[in-house]
């Protein structure tokens, strides 16, 4: 008996006879077959005869509130940009890829902490405050805040040293807004 070989399958489908595969996730045997349960990816796995279908992922649509995690990867006195690499879902960190800003205002420049609170390069954990275009985040509440940061002269990995961010190679302190777990980011 030949097989089906696509990778895309709908609730119903014939992917194997029962003696070719055994059904895995999202499939069962019906009649000397095993047919697909739901619409997704066919997965083989030719070690244990084993067949899955895969349901799609769902889109992620970030919201107000949610935790993201991203690199700056530019900052000026109006605004810090993002790229966001990764949100957190129910608990989970899940892979997103979006832009994220961080507005600067001048007022911010009364504590040195929150003025260009992350430099390009830094690694920070932000929250969502507005979902537009691109997504509006805040260095401000707790636990966020720069979680890896270089050096702005010689690019050392700064480390916390009597609670503020050292160069051990320069010999000098940076300021930045840093999360609590600086160095090691607890996810
Ligand atoms: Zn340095």
Same mark, same amino acid.
């Given at each position: =008996?030949? #097989? ?14 029962? +003696? ?18 739901? =619409?997704?990816?066919? /997965?083989?796995?030719? #070690? ?9 992922? +769902? ?11 991203? /690199? ?6 109006? /605004? ?17 890829? @979006? +832009? ?16 260009? @609170? @992350? ?6 954990? @932000? ?5 537009? /275009? ?39 302190? +940076? ?13």
């Amino acid at each position: =008996m030949e #097989k089906n070989n696509k990778d895309f399958v709908l609730p119903g489908d014939r992917l194997s006879t029962a +003696e070719e595969y055994v059904p895995g996730d999202n499939t069962t045997e019906l009649n000397g077959d095993v047919i697909s349960l739901v =619409m997704g990816s066919v /997965q083989r796995d030719e #070690k244990r005869l084993l067949v899955n279908v895969k349901k799609p992922k +769902e889109k992620i649509v970030p919201g107000n509130g949610d935790i993201v995690y991203g /690199q700056v990867t530019r900052s000026d006195n109006r /605004q810090t940009i993002v790229n966001i690499a990764g949100i957190r879902k129910n608990g989970n960190i899940l892979y997103f890829h @979006a +832009e994220g800003y961080i507005r600067n205002s001048m007022d911010d420049r009364r504590d040195e902490r929150y003025f260009q @609170a @992350a430099r390009i390069g830094d690694i920070i954990r @932000a929250k969502v405050i507005r979902v537009g /275009q691109n997504l509006e985040l805040t260095l401000r509440g707790e636990g966020l805040g720069v979680l890896l940061t270089r050096c702005s002269r010689c690019r050392n990995y700064l480390r916390i040293k009597d609670g503020k961010l050292y160069c051990e190679n320069c010999d000098r302190v +940076e300021v930045r807004k840093t999360a609590p777990d600086y160095g090691y980011p607890i996810l």
